[in-house]
């Protein structure tokens, strides 16, 4: 599974647990500010992933409404394992 990670700073520590998940590729876009608003989803991408920390309004509702034309799964969560790993079962269903 290839998946996107809209916000966050930093996923370094979340990345091995989606490996071990079966996560193949992970592609990590910063959105503190709006300029990620105008970045288009990768076609490699099966899911995607909101993390709510740090995550500007405006790219979430850009990228949010991109998702549901090409009909991609995604899932808003907070930046922790635990939220993480409750994300990307309900993903696999």
Do not use: Y
């Not at 290839?2 to 996923?11: E, N, P, Q």
């Not at 990228?63 to 696999?92: D, H, V």
Request: with cysteine.
């Amino acid at each position: 599974m290839s998946i996107l990670i809209v916000g966050a700073d930093r996923i370094s520590v979340i990345t091995p647990k989606l490996k071990d998940l079966g996560v193949t590729r992970v592609t990590h876009w910063k959105a503190r500010n709006r300029v990620t608003a105008k970045f288009k989803i990768p076609r490699h991408i099966e899911a995607v992933i909101f993390f709510t920390d740090f995550l500007h309004h405006t790219v979430a509702r850009k990228i949010k409404s991109e998702t549901k034309k090409r009909g991609l799964p995604s899932m808003f969560c907070r930046r922790s394992a635990s939220n993480l790993l409750k994300s990307i079962e309900a993903l696999r269903q």
